[in-house]
């Protein structure tokens, strides 16, 4: 889909400055904060209840021309446009809405390109890499991105709003020379991380909503039903508690993506669940084709863990290269009467020891026990944008 | 041209191997060396968790209740301890608490609540509390010096239940995940240090040197008494004063610097947020009428990379600096003074309460929705003190009709690295 580009007749030299820029670092994986030449967003939705909004800024002093695809995380299908960004702009849209060209309408700012609204119920993710005026793929690591989702809801109070950091993927060196194929393999361009880690909550009630909110409901009496924390709370009738809800969803993309022959990357996740008693387990999900987003409790079925786990996990896949995924967790809350919130973290990256037939997790040789070193701590993988006519 | 800082590892010197995944299948088998910069998604040997907040019981009836849970993880295969303080915004004093890891645990405690695991394990409740929380991954719990490590990650979740009279109405929630300096020195045999000193002597060593002849090369370095400036491990190697344990947040050159070398991560130069402006309608929210759009806001905390735990002295000030952008790419600055702890509405850092409507970060100056805003601290020529910052950045999006906030936090970007000027944290370990 061709855009209106802003091309900026003259392109400033960046100046030299007193301070060396953090750019991309050989064997170091993907980032959540700090610029990149690469942009994932794991999790764009537009549903009944929730939106999505995007914000990305080009930190230098340079324009900065961005391809982006959307990618339906259902049909695996993607939608493709391009933005123009000045230096030093930042922008934003809503993605059920879109963005158009248009200096007078109520969205000020410089338009960065005409931005397709997304259909109802889509559900997936935004991917953009800086390219030059002809679309050749160049590494600027310039850009950085937040991806915000909205409680659009009739519910009297809309607080599942949350907020992540897009990933970045840092060009390496100043060349690329594979066209519209981009390596992550800490050559060309920084690898994704060989397994994340994710905090989560065990699905139930929430203690700290049981302690100080409304845990639980009243039972007979005046305010039979009332929202509750206490008996004092009823009248001295019974609060029955228990009645709040916590549950974390965590939601990937793979790094290795097609976007010219739309190969699939059917992968599948390997999980070490730990709870705070040391209770271990392993289970499995997917297979995805090409995204997936789940709740932790689909895979926790028959663990008895305490409040808060940890679970390590990797993507496998039954033939072929290994597919790393990036990916963020949402947690929602809920009190007995149905007022929702919610909160989003990204991710923690950690190696595996390479040669134990075990998921084992590391982050230097030394922590690997003997015989499975070394530590891997990315995996490469490959982007493959479309070609443009 | 812009000038690139290329940290060598072991892949560019020859660390490069394939492995085999699969079949007939070949990835990259990267070395992991440490992180020059600060990371919120890797574990470290140090965390920092700016903005701690409780108040869960307040006086005010239309007041919220608050509560932070924080979670740390010990994600390697073996017993970890961790020595932390909860530095209080109010007087910056530090606040003790110990925790011992087994391999692999989770461990989340409710900041209002007091948690006693024995022998080691000791976390004083705090209520009502404002300020920050950090962690090291230290060796001995009982003589908490740094150890050489980067194991460590943490989040925190802050739960507000807006009250009408006293009564809870909704729940609101938002997390972040912790900032981690992992040790830049890549062994597990001794503590890191920098400008250490052999223990009875002011002999600059390395660990594992040869300096200290048939002595050790101390962990830390007395203050005041009668060996101060010696190198210590325990508080008994100095008489009269203490050992105190010095984390180098990157290197200060010239005299007088105690932190000719780094020993972790150091801060970077520049902090960079993506933020609507205040009063900015919620892009997402559809409502036809603009007066019954939810509008956002902005808070900012902000807290100095260095930090000195062992004295009542005043903390010295940053003036920060603050570079916006709106999307026209016309600029704006302001700047501001910190000591210690910052946690201030956007709108506020420049104007007074009352003011926000001519701040520099209102909706109505800047002309459109969104901004970029550049933060740094200003250098000076001192040093013993470096003006690195630290910030975790929340939005509040108001419904005008309800009144109920939906809040978000999250880690701000960052770019640059500081030449010659480093951070630094000390503490007593004792």
């Not at chain 1, 991806?147 to 992540?164: E, G, M, Q």
Request: aromatic share 6%; charged share 15%.
């Amino acid at each position: 889909m061709m855009t209106i580009r802003y091309v900026r007749a003259s392109w400033v030299t960046a100046a030299v400055l007193a301070c060396t820029l953090m750019s991309g670092v050989a064997g170091a994986a993907t980032t959540t904060e700090r610029p990149g030449s690469i942009l994932i967003f794991p999790k764009v939705v537009t549903t009944g209840s929730r939106d999505t909004v995007i914000q990305i800024t080009n930190t230098s002093n340079m324009s900065d021309i961005l391809r982006c695809f959307y990618l339906n995380g259902d049909t695996c299908a993607p939608n493709d446009f391009e933005i123009a960004l000045t230096k030093q702009q930042p922008t934003e849209w809503n993605v059920r809405s879109g963005r158009r060209v248009n200096p007078s309408d109520s969205q000020t700012g410089l338009d960065p390109g005409l931005i397709p609204p997304l259909a109802e119920n889509f559900q997936g993710a935004l991917i953009c890499a800086e390219v030059d005026i002809s679309d050749a793929p160049v590494k600027h690591n310039a850009v950085k991105g937040e991806a915000t989702l909205v409680d659009r809801s009739n519910s009297v109070t809309r607080n599942a709003v949350s907020k992540y950091n897009a990933v970045a993927v840092q060009g390496l060196g100043t060349t690329h020379t594979s066209g519209n194929m981009l390596n992550l393999n800490d050559s060309d361009y920084s690898a994704c991380p060989a397994s994340l880690i994710v905090n989560l909550n065990r699905e139930g009630s929430d203690p700290v909503i049981e302690q100080l909110g409304n845990g639980g409901r009243c039972v007979a009496g005046t305010n039979n039903g009332a929202a509750c924390n206490n008996n004092a709370d009823c009248n001295s009738n019974n609060c029955s508690t228990g009645q709040s809800r916590v549950e974390t969803r965590v939601t990937v993309v793979p790094c290795s993506l097609d976007f010219e022959f739309l190969t699939l990357s059917n992968f599948k996740l390997s999980f070490l669940f730990e709870d705070e008693e040391e209770t271990g387990i392993s289970r499995g999900n997917g297979p995805f084709p090409c995204w997936g987003s789940f709740t932790m409790s689909q895979s926790l079925v028959g663990l008895n863990a305490t409040p808060y786990m940890t679970g390590r996990f990797k993507s496998v896949v039954a033939t072929g290269p290994a597919v790393p995924v990036v990916g963020v967790a949402e947690t929602f809350y809920g009190d007995s009467v149905a007022n929702t919130a919610s909160a989003a973290a990204n991710l923690h990256s950690l190696g595996i020891c390479s040669n134990s037939t075990q998921f084992i997790t590391c982050m230097r040789d030394i922590d690997c026990p003997t015989g499975t070193s070394p530590c891997v701590y990315t995996t490469a993988s490959t982007i493959q944008l479309s070609s443009t006519p | 041209m812009r000038a690139r800082a290329v940290w060598k590892s072991a892949v560019a010197a020859g660390g490069l191997a394939a492995a085999l995944f699969g079949a007939g299948a070949a990835r990259v088998t990267a070395q992991n060396p440490p992180s020059p910069f600060p990371a919120s998604d890797a574990p470290a040997g140090y965390l920092v968790f700016p903005k701690i907040q409780t108040n869960t019981q307040p006086a005010d009836p239309a007041a919220p209740s608050i509560e932070t849970v924080v979670q740390l993880t010990n994600t390697s295969q073996s017993v970890r301890n961790v020595h932390c303080f909860y530095v209080s915004e109010t007087d910056c004093h530090p606040d003790n608490v110990n925790i011992r890891l087994t391999p692999g645990q989770p461990f989340a405690w409710q900041v209002s609540q007091s948690v006693s695991i024995p022998p080691f394990t000791l976390i004083p409740g705090r209520d009502p509390f404002l300020g920050e929380l950090k962690c090291i991954e230290v060796n001995d719990p009982t003589v908490p010096l740094p150890v050489n490590a980067n194991d460590l990650k943490g989040e925190a979740t802050i739960y507000t239940f807006r009250r009408t009279n006293g009564v809870v109405q909704d729940v609101d929630a938002r997390t972040y995940n912790a900032i981690g300096f992992q040790t830049s020195v890549v062994s597990n045999t001794e503590p890191p240090g920098a400008q250490r000193a052999c223990v009875g002597s002011q002999t600059a060593c390395t660990p594992g040197g040869t300096q200290c002849g048939a002595g050790t090369c101390g962990a830390g370095k007395c203050v005041s008494g009668t060996k101060g400036g010696q190198g210590c491990n325990v508080n008994a190697d100095c008489p009269f004063g203490s050992c105190d344990a010095l984390m180098c947040l990157g290197a200060t050159s010239g005299a007088g610097s105690p932190c000719l070398a780094a020993n972790y991560a150091a801060c970077a130069d520049t902090l960079i947020l993506n933020n609507f402006f205040d009063q900015a309608p919620d892009p997402a929210d559809v409502n036809p009428n603009p007066a019954l759009k939810r509008k956002i806001t902005n808070g900012l905390t902000l807290v100095p990379c260095s930090e000195d735990l062992t004295t009542d002295d005043p903390e010295p000030i940053t003036v920060v600096q603050f570079l916006i952008f709106n999307e026209f790419e016309q600029r704006m600055s302001t700047a501001t003074r910190i000591q210690c702890y910052s946690d201030l509405p956007l709108s506020n850092i420049d104007t007074v309460p009352g003011g926000e409507a001519g701040s520099v970060f209102n909706v109505g100056v800047q002309g459109t929705l969104a901004g970029q805003t550049r933060i740094r601290g200003v250098k000076n020529s001192d040093p013993t003190v470096g003006q690195g910052m630290l910030a975790v950045a929340e939005e509040f999006r108001r419904d005008p009709t309800t009144g109920s906030v939906a809040s978000t936090a999250v880690n701000v970007n960052e770019v640059g690295m500081p030449v010659g000027k480093g951070d630094f944290v000390r503490y007593s370990p004792q």
